[in-house]
């Protein structure tokens, strides 16, 4: 069966800067994809790449192939060779993205009510403002925003940082799409919460049959979710596999080291951490 995501040999480049060097990664329907690496490694780039948003500045060649539409539809899409009004389509509908950082990525003079609702409408601009406000209360509720009608017209700086992550799930998820890519949507969090956005993510794929491509700097977090790992250093693939492979016989010294530089209950506090790629 022909993947939902395929990328073939995908190149980004800033003025002089390579960001990306033949990138190829491939993400089935309904599989939970990790992408790891460092900061700076090129795995933001990579999804943002995906979802059309690099921007003039940058130059991208390659393939990035979309399987998306009817269950079974076989014909792609090159979504590198998109206007952006079919991208504007799918994105948000087909493909949608958790972003890093909420209070960056909401608004703080919009509600979160009205922030959620604003990506239903956009893809249903027949509805009225009561059914997008219905389904917007019904996307809170479904991430365990409490008491979510009456939350509906509270601000961003009014939620803890683990409800604004929780809210900027339900954006993603709104509109049903078939691709999820988080963007270390725990990196900000302490570990408590972490573990419960975690545990949201994986529920939600489960129930909606999402795929998701989870990116991290974290080998630990990604093992929570992936069934697949794909490892990234400076703009190239170094290692990818099962994710349970990954984490017990990793074959790239990147990787080991990945692995070295997180500390667990048996790390000994007398000595310095582990760095990646020493």
């Known amino acids: 069966m022909a993947p939902l995501l395929e990328i073939h040999d995908l190149q980004i480049r800033f003025a002089a800067a390579e960001a990306v060097r033949g990138v190829n990664l491939r993400l089935e329907e309904g599989e939970v994809l990790g992408l790891v690496g460092e900061s700076g490694s090129g795995k933001s780039v990579t999804a943002l790449a995906i979802m059309g948003l690099l921007g003039p500045a940058s130059r991208v060649a390659g393939q990035i192939l979309w399987r998306g539409g009817p269950a079974g539809n076989v014909d792609s899409i090159d979504l590198l060779r998109q206007p952006q009004s079919a991208l504007q389509r799918l994105r948000g509908r087909e493909i949608a993205m958790i972003f890093q950082e909420p209070m960056t990525a909401l608004n703080p003079v919009m509600t979160i009510g009205s922030q959620v609702a604003e990506g239903a409408r956009a893809h249903s601009p027949s509805w009225t ?10 996307a809170l509720e479904a991430v365990s925003i409490p008491d979510a009608a009456r939350r509906y017209g509270d601000y961003p700086h009014q939620f803890s940082g683990g409800q604004r992550q929780r809210i900027l799930i339900a954006m993603a998820l709104i509109n049903r799409p078939r691709l999820l ?3 270390e949507p725990t990196t900000a969090l302490d570990v408590t919460v972490q573990a419960q956005v975690l545990e949201l993510l994986r529920e ?7 795929a998701m491509l989870f990116i991290s ?18 703009g190239e ?11 017990t016989a990793p074959q790239h010294a990147y990787t080991r080291s990945l692995l070295a530089a997180v500390p667990t209950l048996r790390t000994d506090r007398n000595r310095p951490l582990a760095m990646i790629g020493a």
Do not use: F, N, Y
């Not at 939600?204 to 999402?210: A, T």
């Not at 693939?237 to 984490?247: F, M, S, Y």
């Open 181 to 183: 890519i988080a963007d």
């Open 217 to 234: 700097h974290d080998l630990a977090v990604v093992g929570q979710v992936a069934s697949r790992v794909v490892v990234m250093r400076a």
């Open 204 to 210: 939600l794929q489960r129930q909606h049959g999402l």
């Open 129 to 138: 403002g009561r059914e997008a406000r219905r389904k917007a209360i019904a």
């Open 237 to 247: 693939v170094v290692e990818t596999g099962p994710c349970a492979r990954l984490l």
